[in-house]
């Protein structure tokens, strides 16, 4: 109803502590004066919210209305200014507006159900020439039934941690669609909760607000002509069947219940098989060999003080007679610098030959040794002579000569193989050649195929080292031999063996849940002569009931969200579902299939999945 005072024309609204922002905007539509008090409760929070606020001044502005906001909510008030809409904590001149209510007395405002109290106009009694303002108090005629008087208490304002003070700023169209987006749901029951909540597009942006508000600016431009007003009236039936009719749909998702199946499976690895024994378990597999030789240099460690003797070859000559000659061992042999050398052993001088007339020399090599140690005993290429055949014809005729030099003269400290350092030697040099053949190995796999630990043979043969312990040697060198050999085979003959044994243990209503197959290998044996490599196979996975989508689908179609819930929460194959509708003002599943959609969640973790 128009209330004109003073040729003004204005409507007073109070809002219900109940109504939602969608409500308070039909409310607005509805208004035709120009402008518009808008009473808010104190216990009213949709409008701390600045993204409500702002659709709110947004659609009086699309209106043409003049809008003003009451609270006594200071955080109400605050959000309003920062979008515009201006502010009054109770209408002026409240004592002047105040009539006496029937009965002759004052009345306080009546207590009502949440349940029965909607949106209402407050219409005022006349005031005369009074200010064109009224009590946000609730007048009663004397129609009204007698009310009981409840005591009116003013409360203060409540800090809403959800709705935070933003800074001083409004937002468009397209930020408001923005904003939008980070809207929260409400949580339904813990059935529903725990498949997390996804927003989409058309659930989140006010489509109302901007596209009927943009048609109501066009057709008040096309207002003076018929033609003009056809197309508009054209323009809003086809959105209104876009919104109603095209955009309308349900996503429901759906997580079966699952149980864990474990059991043991016995198989059998044979080389000879080209195929998989589904009857016997027995999977056809591979006998692999890898054998590596190898030698690596080492570095001796130890060091010792050391005196050691020269030695060398000289080569003896006989030209005495054609009778042999025994030298015995450490016979005496001195070179030309005078430097004693013994011979390290027994040899024969054969005898000399005579040709011509003439004495030939004969001759033979032997090993000789310095008598002290040194280096001065290193001596080059010489002539030698036998001291023992001194003051006889012999002496002359039995000599030696060296074409090389004496070596090996030493005093001082030298670097020793330790017997350490040919055990640690051994172990690393043993680890390197195993490596090189298990590398090998893999390289001769097959790329799909599954090698077990329990079924490698590894050997390694034949270590030497061209040093001893104690032996004096910068270095030495190891060389050595070492085999691999192992089973291997296809692990998704394993996996058909598994899956075949699983679907004859499970009902029709079960299915196997993807991706939570585990397998565990144990008691391995290998019999290389035979080819052959028997295993115990542990499984566990994951079976799900089964659901079926248009099942569900005939079921829910133009039910209500709480037919829905109830359905799906009910439905024994169900652990938990989601319910999403949108547009945001749908409150059925559309009856087309098409616009229903049905997602199964059948992976292991399906909260992660969606994450």
Do not use: C
């Amino acid at each position: 109803m128009e209330v004109n005072i003073n040729k003004i024309s204005y409507r007073v609204i109070t809002v219900s502590p109940d109504r939602d922002i969608a409500g308070i905007i039909d409310e607005l539509r509805t208004v035709q004066e120009p402008q518009i008090y808008l009473y808010l409760p104190d216990t009213l929070k949709a409008l701390r919210n600045t993204l409500n606020a702002q659709l709110i001044q947004n659609e009086s502005a699309l209106l043409g209305k003049d809008l003003i906001l009451i609270s006594q909510d200071f955080q109400t008030r605050n959000t309003a200014k920062r979008v515009g809409i201006p502010t009054l904590t109770t209408l002026p001149n409240q004592e002047t507006q105040r009539r006496n209510i029937p009965g002759g007395e004052r009345r306080t405002s009546p207590q009502r159900h949440a349940t029965d109290v909607r949106m209402y106009d407050i219409i005022p009694p006349d005031l005369g020439g009074a200010s064109p303002y009224v009590s946000p108090e609730v007048f009663y005629s004397a129609r009204d039934e007698e009310p009981e008087e409840v005591e009116m208490h003013e409360e203060d304002a409540e800090e809403d941690e959800e709705s935070p003070m933003l800074p001083e700023e409004t937002y468009g169209e397209q930020e408001v669609n923005e904003m939008l987006e980070e809207v929260p749901r409400e949580k339904g029951k813990e059935f529903f909760e725990k498949i997390p909540y996804q927003r989409s597009f058309t659930d989140t942006v006010s489509l109302s607000v901007i596209l009927f508000g943009g048609v109501r600016q066009i057709m008040r431009k096309m207002a003076g002509g018929g033609v003009l007003l056809l197309i508009g009236g054209g323009i809003l039936v086809g959105i209104g069947i876009f919104l109603y009719v095209v955009l309308p749909k349900a996503e429901v998702r759906l997580e079966p219940k699952k149980d864990r199946i474990v059991f043991d499976l016995a198989s059998r690895v044979d080389t000879q098989r080209s195929g998989v024994d589904l009857a016997k378990n027995i999977i056809p597999g591979q006998f692999l060999e890898s054998s590596v030789e190898r030698s690596q240099d080492f570095l001796s460690s130890g060091r010792e003080i050391r005196e050691e003797r020269a030695q060398g070859i000289i080569t003896v000559y006989n030209e005495y007679s054609s009778s042999p000659q025994t030298l015995v061992e450490n016979t005496r042999f001195i070179s030309q610098d005078g430097k004693l050398f013994r011979s390290a052993k027994t040899v024969v001088v054969p005898g000399a030959s005579i040709s011509e007339g003439k004495i030939v020399a004969s001759n033979i090599d032997m090993e000789v040794i310095a008598q002290e140690a040194g280096e001065g005993y290193n001596v080059g290429p010489s002539t030698f002579s036998i001291p023992g055949f001194k003051g006889t014809p012999k002496y002359t005729a039995f000599y030696g000569k060296s074409s090389n030099s004496m070596e090996g003269g030493f005093i001082g400290e030298v670097e020793v193989v330790t017997a350490d350092d040919l055990k640690q030697a051994e172990d690393k040099f043993r680890e390197n050649l195993l490596t090189a053949a298990r590398e090998d190995f893999e390289r001769k796999k097959p790329a799909d195929f599954v090698l077990l630990k329990e079924a490698v043979e590894e050997e390694t043969v034949d270590i030497s080292s061209t040093k001893k312990a104690g032996e004096a040697a910068k270095s030495f060198t190891l060389s050595g031999k070492t085999r691999v050999t192992g089973f291997v085979f296809d692990e998704r003959d394993v996996y058909r063996l598994v899956d075949e044994t699983i679907q004859a243990r499970i009902s029709q209503d079960k299915e196997v849940v993807e991706g939570s197959k585990q397998l565990t290998y144990k008691e391995v044996k290998t019999n290389s002569v035979q080819g052959e490599m028997s295993m115990l196979v542990t499984v566990e996975e994951l079976i799900a009931a089964r659901v079926d989508e248009g099942e569900i689908i005939n079921a829910i179609k133009g039910k209500s969200l709480e037919e829905t819930r109830e359905y799906l929460a009910s439905h024994p194959a169900l652990e938990s579902a989601r319910v999403t509708f949108s547009p945001f003002w749908i409150k059925r599943v559309p009856r087309a299939p098409d616009k229903i959609k049905i997602e199964i969640l059948r992976t292991v973790d399906p909260v992660k999945e969606l994450k």
